[in-house]
């Protein structure tokens, strides 16, 4: 395998944080807006009674919480990261960390990634680029990913538009269904499938699911654009911004994946607060997993990012409550509604 050049990898990845952290690359239109939950104004229950643990992975979370992977490979992210997973092991959710391409290219950047030790008792997720597969991974460089940060799984992300725009992308993503499904029949821990903005939906959910993926993170189209990143780095601003609304809107991604029977949905892409979350798992989802919000805040510091997890599950609990639902599973049954069915 050719090595990377590890100089540019590291300005790459410093980029991608910085051009993530600036707002103008967060998309205007709010898909979560456009829908609301059926309110209870008698729910018959008690806020304290109020419950939002879930499991997950084997591990009880206290809230239906991940802070979805974001970055690595610099001493920018060795910092982020560490602020990520302390608060995450501090108030008891998922943890996530960026693609891991670079660290088993280079292993000097490794440190990067080794958050367990601050986060001995939540889900850490691993991460690598499906495509990679094609250009000469297999199931030893999963095994190291894993192995790296002592994972409990692992996503594979599916990155075709960023990789189109990416001015080193990497663009064959022949053969990947079958490749995947190999891989998760080998691989120690479960496989999480993700897209990183553009959404997944149910069709091709259900080619996952034939082979043998049954964890989805839908990742859709309403935070972060990724097209205006990679379009901005490649020096192209005009194609960054006329792919930056192409996708499958979360809200409609979530619908489609909890269709199938036996998946389960990790809703994320565009989520902003516990009452998007609350919509999320009405829609479908049994996960949420929010990105931007916590990057601007384990850019300050862990008890930023605490406050930011707190703030979140509280407004998620009271989004609960209003709508008489004493726990997660019971949220599930609440009815969403269209906005523009208020206008008819």
């Known amino acids: 395998m050719k090595p990377v050049d590890t100089m540019e990898e590291r300005d790459r990845k410093a980029e991608h944080i910085e051009l993530a952290l600036d707002p103008k690359n967060q998309l205007e239109r709010k898909f979560f807006d456009e829908i609301y939950l059926e309110h209870e104004a008698l729910p018959e229950i008690d806020l304290a009674e109020v419950d939002t643990s879930v499991e997950f992975l ?112 990497q663009c064959n993503f022949k053969g990947l269904v079958e490749r995947i499904g190999e891989i998760a029949s080998q691989l120690e821990v479960p496989i999480i499938i993700k897209e990183i903005g553009c959404g997944i939906s149910g069709k091709t959910a259900r080619r996952l699911h034939d082979a043998g993926i049954r964890v989805i993170d839908t990742a859709g189209l309403g935070g972060t654009s990724w097209s205006r990143i990679e379009g901005h780095r490649a020096e192209d601003i005009a194609i960054g911004d006329l792919f930056a609304n192409w996708g499958v809107p979360t809200t409609r991604s979530i619908r489609e994946l909890a269709a199938i029977d036996g998946m389960t949905v990790i809703g994320s892409g565009g989520l902003r607060s516990g009452i998007d979350a609350a919509k999320s798992i009405a829609l479908g989802a049994d996960l949420v997993g929010m990105a931007y919000q916590f990057l601007l805040a384990a850019n300050e510091s862990t008890e930023k990012v605490v406050e930011k997890i707190e703030q979140t599950v509280r407004e998620l609990k009271i989004s609960m409550f209003c709508c008489g639902a004493r726990n997660v599973t019971e949220l599930k049954q609440v009815e969403v509604r269209s906005w523009s069915e208020v206008n008819r």
């Open 58 to 169: 084997g591990h009880t979370l206290s809230a239906p919480l991940l802070i979805s992977c974001m970055t690595g490979g610099t001493g920018e992210a060795t910092r982020i990261n560490r602020n990520l997973a302390a608060a995450a092991e501090q108030c008891g959710v998922a943890c996530g960390v960026g693609s891991q391409r670079k660290a088993l290219e280079d292993t000097s950047t490794e440190e990067s990634f080794r958050i367990r030790p601050l986060a001995p008792n939540v889900p850490l997720l691993g991460n690598l680029g499906a495509v990679q597969f094609n250009y000469g991974f297999g199931i030893e460089e999963c095994r190291r990913a894993v192995e790296m940060i002592e994972a409990d799984a692992l996503y594979l992300h599916l990155n075709v538009l960023q990789e189109a725009i990416q001015p080193e992308g």
